[in-house]
Structures are given as structure tokens and as C-alpha cells.
Nanobody
Framework: QVQLVESGGGLVQPGGSLRLSCAASRSIFSIYAMGWYRQAPGKQRELVADITSGGSTNFADSVKGRFTISRDNAKNTVYLQMNSLKPEDTAVYYC???????????????WGQGTQVTVSS
């Protein structure tokens, strides 16, 4: 069982930055993969980025070069640094994790509560 608590969303202008945090209730060494999915109204859910316990990372093509994912093992926390934000990044971002498998194609079984990211002038 894993509880995920995420934070860091908000309103930002195009070109700005935000950092999302996702804190897990247990050591992330015991979690195979953590990351974020996002969903905007009228659009399909998509994986934004993820990181495995071994340090491998994966990004959606739409965010490559702009977003970075990292982890702080001591804090059991994963971070998504979002730079050069665009209006099309507007969505609810959901932290997601699985203890035993990749979340890159099929979401993991654990979800955070979601945080709204709005990019607008």
C-alpha cells in the first residue's frame, strides 16, 4: 500500500516555471516507478514523465527539453520541474506509482489526489 501526496500546482504565465512534488508513504526504493499523468478537459490522459528506482527516466515528446524529473530518496519524494510552460500544458496533473512495474504504458495502481496547473496570460 502506497499513499501519494502531491503539491506545487498553480497559475503561471506562458514561459514560466513550476515544480510539482509527490511524496510517498514508504521508501521509494520499494517503488519501481513514479511519475505524473495529466488530463485536460476534452483530451486524453497522457503520461508526462516517470522515473524508476534505478534512475531511468521517460518523457512525453511534448515536454522533452522543458521538463525534468528527479527524486530525493531521503524524503521519499519525486519532483517534476516544469520550465518554459505553454498553455497546452494546462491540465490536472496526477502523481502515479507502482511497486512492481513500469507506468509508462499502463498506469500504476497508486494515484495522488491531483493538482491543477494552469498556464495563461
Amino acid at each position: 500500500q502506497v499513499q501519494l501526496v502531491e503539491s506545487g500546482g498553480g497559475l503561471v504565465q506562458p514561459g514560466g516555471s513550476l515544480r510539482l512534488s509527490c511524496a510517498a508513504s514508504r521508501s521509494i526504493f520499494s517503488i519501481y516507478a513514479m511519475g505524473w499523468y495529466r488530463q485536460a478537459p476534452g483530451k486524453q490522459r497522457e503520461l508526462v514523465a516517470d522515473i524508476t528506482s534505478g534512475g531511468s527516466t521517460n518523457f512525453a515528446d511534448s515536454v522533452k527539453g522543458r521538463f525534468t524529473i528527479s527524486r530525493d530518496n531521503a524524503k521519499n519524494t519525486v519532483y517534476l520541474q516544469m520550465n518554459s510552460l505553454k498553455p497546452e500544458d494546462t491540465a490536472v496533473y496526477y502523481c502515479n506509482a507502482d511497486r512492481f512495474r513500469s507506468i509508462a504504458t499502463i498506469p500504476g495502481i497508486y494515484w495522488g489526489q491531483g493538482t491543477q496547473v494552469t498556464v495563461s496570460s
